[in-house]
């Protein structure tokens, strides 16, 4: 186990629509859906979906010209990013600037509940866009 | 907690070159390397890289022609499968055809070790392509 990333907080998946999502993840697959939420800020619906010790989320653009409904539209639906929870996301964002790796965010960001994230630029993670979270 | 997802096995990454990707996820994200093993029946050389109750694994193809090395080729690196451990993989399959969802593989298919797996067809899942597994 890393000492600085303790787990895949969740996946997110880009969907069309919420509750056709929710026939496979929830119907059928029979994950149970924490909450949902609307993120008027970022212009996404949300549906939380936990398995294990992470979640699946479900993520729908409430505006195609928002950056989700943009991907949307270029990619189509499927899997967007992966969140890692990091024990000190200072930390993590120093490290991986320090080994030439490039943030989109070098300085976290702040959600209204008080938990910070960054991501880290997909060009520079091989094609993955990764989230750092901190509780 | 579903009554049948157990939890993320592990999230797939599509890789050029194993070494090269290891920068980021080993040397600068910290996470270790539980092991790497070549699968020539798959054409791929993996590495996997445990975090919390789940698995980064990096799949790099051996073999331009096979389906990994036709999807780096086409798509480029990236995130690609999600798998979901289940309980039962046959009541799973059954559940999610019964809920008009497509298989690719119908029947688990099982490996040397006499594990089992099946994917589901991303077009069925929304993009998604999501493996079950059962251990």
């Known amino acids: ?13 880009v969907v069309e629509d919420l509750a056709t999502a929710l026939t ?6 029979g994950l149970p859906v924490g909450h949902t939420e609307s993120n008027p800020a970022e212009d996404v619906d949300i ?4 398995v294990g010790d992470s979640e699946i989320e479900l993520l729908k653009p ?4 928002s950056g989700i409904g943009k991907y949307l539209a270029k990619k189509g639906q499927g899997i967007h990013h992966i969140c890692l929870e990091v024990t000190d996301i200072e930390a993590t964002i120093q490290r ?6 490039e943030m989109i965010n070098e300085t976290p ?9 960054a991501f880290v630029h997909p060009k520079s993670a091989f094609g993955v866009l990764v989230e750092l979270y901190e509780a």
């Open 1 to 13: 186990m890393s000492d600085s990333v303790k787990r895949i907080n969740h996946v997110a998946l």
């Open 24 to 29: 496979f993840w929830r119907d059928a697959l």
């Open 47 to 50: 549906a939380f979906l936990p």
């Open 62 to 65: 409430t505006d195609p010209e």
């Open 96 to 101: 991986l600037t320090g080994h030439g790796f």
């Open 109 to 117: 960001r702040i959600r209204p509940d008080g938990t910070r994230y």
